[in-house]
Structure formats: structure tokens, C-alpha cells
């Protein structure tokens, strides 16, 4: 395994993680915990999500969160976006960058999104327009690359014909989500196959739940394929509204140490990850 590369942390707890916790987390810390995880290396963090606070109510305060935040330089500061209302209200509120989302199943398209898939790529083409006028970068999102709850088993190559699609419509970037975290290293080794056809490593991040503790070699199966950004949470918080069971990304501080262990870069403050782990909102 390759260990000259610099590998990107992508924390997404502000946003991926708390939208899953049960009691109202005060907005003032939620602003903490971001300025808390601005200071410790991490070049990128998904701070808030510009949803219908109906569908997750914990993010209802994204607007005071992103007005709140202390920012800096080194950070860009994204937000999820499902549609152009979202999109407009994360121009307003500054975000670096946004972040749209779709399901490489249909069933779970349905629960999430209300829409098939191919509806979901049909409200992407004016959000991309817009987004571009802006100039504001976009990153695509594709859960259920393994498993769905609604459909079962994903079939790699959707995902990879998705994946390319995104890349297509003007994304940077597309992380996949292992949302159920049932992948495991052969399953995630032929999605990789599939997917790698279609783009290349240097567009692809990963997404991996900690369900059944196998996170960290999904990880490592995606490091023998040249990928170098990851998506992480906070203390492995978080999960999915509409996958009960799931538990958190990978935990930021875990995923850290596991690849500066093979001698990978990071940038990041491991020790300060574990104090804010410590001493997360609840």
C-alpha cells in the first residue's frame, strides 16, 4: 500500500451525525463543536444541512449555525443541499461548497428523496446551474452502495453508472455511502472494480458506517485503489433517519490514526479529535 499521499478528512458529524441524535442539541453547540473541529487540521466539514426542517428537525437552525460559525481559511465549509430552495439558502449563508444526494436503490430513493432515481437527477439539472452561476463547487453523494433496507442487495455497476453521472452534470467529487454498513472488503472490492471503470480514484471518496465494525478495511480496500478522501464523524456519531440500525460514519479520531499508521498524512490534530470526541453535545 502506497504511503506518500496526503489523505483528505472529510468530517462530516455536524451534519451526518447530529441529524440522527433524538434531543435538541442547542444551536450554540453545534456552532462549538464546528469551531472546535476548525482548529484541528481538518480541511473540510460538512457543517449543517439546508432541508426541510419537517424531515430533520435537528438542522432547523442551519441558518444561525453557518452566520455563527467561527471560519477559517483552511476550511471549506459545506452544507447538503437536496434542492434549489436548499441551494439558495446556502449561497446566503456563505457555504463554501454543497453537497446533493442520491440512492443507488429505489426503495431507499423513495423514503429519503420521495422521487425514483432518475427523478432525483432531474431536480439536480437546474440546483447545478444555479450552483455554477454561484460558483460554488458540488459534491455528489450516493448511498446504499452495498445494501439497501428497502431492495437488498445494491448491483455494483448502478453505482457505477451512477457515480458517472454525477460526474458528468458538473460534481467534483462523489463519495459513496456504505449507509447500512454492511460492506465488507470483498464487497466493497467489487464495487471498487465497477466504479473505477466508469471515473477515476481522484473523484471518488468513501462513506462507511461502522455498523458491524468492518469500516476501517472498507477503508483500506479503497486505499489499494488510489482513493484519498474520506468522509468521518466525530465519535462515530450519527446514522440514518431512514436506515433504522445503522450506526455513525467511522470515527474521525479512528480513521485518522488508522491511516497515519501506514504512514499516510493527514494534517490532522489526532490528540484534539479524541478532547472534542470526549466532550461531544448530546
Same mark, same amino acid.
Given at each position: 500500500?502506497?504511503?506518500?499521499?496526503?489523505?483528505?478528512?472529510?468530517?462530516?458529524?455536524?451534519? %451526518?451525525?447530529? !441529524?440522527?441524535?433524538?434531543?435538541?442539541?442547542?444551536?450554540?453547540?453545534?456552532?462549538?463543536?464546528?469551531?472546535?473541529?476548525?482548529?484541528?487540521?481538518?480541511?473540510?466539514?460538512?457543517?449543517?444541512?439546508?432541508?426541510?426542517?419537517?424531515?430533520?428537525?435537528?438542522?432547523?437552525?442551519?441558518?444561525?449555525?453557518?452566520? #455563527?460559525?467561527?471560519?477559517? =481559511?483552511?476550511?471549506?465549509?459545506?452544507?447538503?443541499?437536496?434542492?434549489?430552495?436548499?441551494?439558495?439558502?446556502?449561497?446566503?449563508?456563505?457555504? %463554501?461548497?454543497?453537497?446533493?444526494?442520491?440512492?443507488?436503490?429505489?426503495?431507499?430513493? !423513495?423514503?429519503?428523496?420521495?422521487?425514483?432515481?432518475?427523478?432525483?437527477?432531474?431536480?439536480?439539472?437546474?440546483?447545478? !446551474? =444555479?450552483?455554477?452561476?454561484?460558483?460554488?463547487?458540488?459534491?455528489?453523494?450516493?448511498?446504499?452502495?452495498?445494501?439497501?433496507?428497502?431492495?437488498?442487495?445494491? %448491483?455494483?455497476?448502478?453505482?457505477?453508472?451512477?457515480?458517472?453521472?454525477?460526474?458528468?452534470?458538473?460534481?467534483?467529487?462523489?463519495?459513496?455511502?456504505?449507509?447500512?454498513? =454492511?460492506?465488507?472488503?470483498?464487497?466493497?472490492?467489487?464495487?471498487? #472494480? $465497477?466504479?473505477?471503470?466508469?471515473?477515476?480514484? $481522484?473523484?471518488?471518496?468513501?462513506?462507511?458506517?461502522?455498523?458491524?465494525?468492518?469500516?476501517?478495511?472498507?477503508?483500506?480496500?479503497?486505499?489499494?485503489?488510489?482513493?484519498?478522501?474520506?468522509?468521518?464523524?466525530?465519535?462515530?456519531?450519527?446514522?440514518?433517519?431512514?436506515?433504522?440500525?445503522?450506526?455513525?460514519?467511522?470515527?474521525?479520531?479512528?480513521?485518522?490514526?488508522?491511516?497515519?499508521?501506514?504512514?499516510?498524512?493527514?494534517?490532522? %490534530?489526532?490528540?484534539?479529535?479524541?478532547?472534542?470526541?470526549?466532550?461531544?453535545?448530546?
Amino acid at each position: 500500500m502506497p504511503n506518500e499521499k496526503q489523505i483528505t478528512i472529510f468530517e462530516v458529524g455536524p451534519r %451526518d451525525g447530529l !441529524q440522527n441524535v433524538k434531543n435538541n442539541i442547542a444551536t450554540a453547540d453545534k456552532v462549538g463543536l464546528i469551531n472546535a473541529l476548525s482548529k484541528t487540521g481538518l480541511t473540510k466539514i460538512e457543517a449543517t444541512s439546508f432541508v426541510n426542517p419537517k424531515w430533520i428537525p435537528q438542522l432547523a437552525d442551519a441558518k444561525e449555525v453557518m452566520a #455563527q460559525i467561527e471560519r477559517h =481559511k483552511h476550511v471549506d465549509y459545506s452544507v447538503l443541499t437536496p434542492n434549489c430552495v436548499g441551494l439558495e439558502r446556502a449561497i446566503v449563508a456563505k457555504a %463554501d461548497e454543497v453537497s446533493i444526494f442520491t440512492s443507488a436503490s429505489e426503495g431507499f430513493c !423513495q423514503a429519503n428523496l420521495n422521487c425514483t432515481i432518475e427523478q432525483s437527477f432531474e431536480r439536480f439539472v437546474p440546483l447545478m !446551474q =444555479k450552483a455554477k452561476s454561484a460558483g460554488i463547487k458540488v459534491r455528489g453523494y450516493i448511498s446504499n452502495i452495498i445494501e439497501c433496507p428497502f431492495d437488498g442487495v445494491t %448491483d455494483p455497476s448502478v453505482v457505477a453508472v451512477l457515480t458517472k453521472r454525477l460526474i458528468d452534470i458538473g460534481c467534483y467529487e462523489v463519495s459513496l455511502g456504505d449507509t447500512l454498513g =454492511k460492506g465488507d472488503k470483498n464487497s466493497v472490492k467489487r464495487l471498487m #472494480q $465497477q466504479v473505477i471503470k466508469q471515473v477515476s480514484a $481522484q473523484q471518488l471518496a468513501g462513506h462507511f458506517h461502522d455498523t458491524y465494525g468492518r469500516a476501517l478495511e472498507n477503508v483500506d480496500v479503497c486505499l489499494e485503489f488510489g482513493v484519498s478522501v474520506f468522509d468521518s464523524s466525530i465519535g462515530g456519531i450519527g446514522g440514518c433517519p431512514y436506515a433504522p440500525g445503522a450506526k455513525g460514519n467511522v470515527a474521525t479520531e479512528k480513521l485518522v490514526q488508522h491511516v497515519e499508521g501506514f504512514g499516510f498524512k493527514t494534517g490532522v %490534530d489526532v490528540d484534539a479529535l479524541h478532547s472534542i470526541a470526549q466532550n461531544l453535545p448530546s
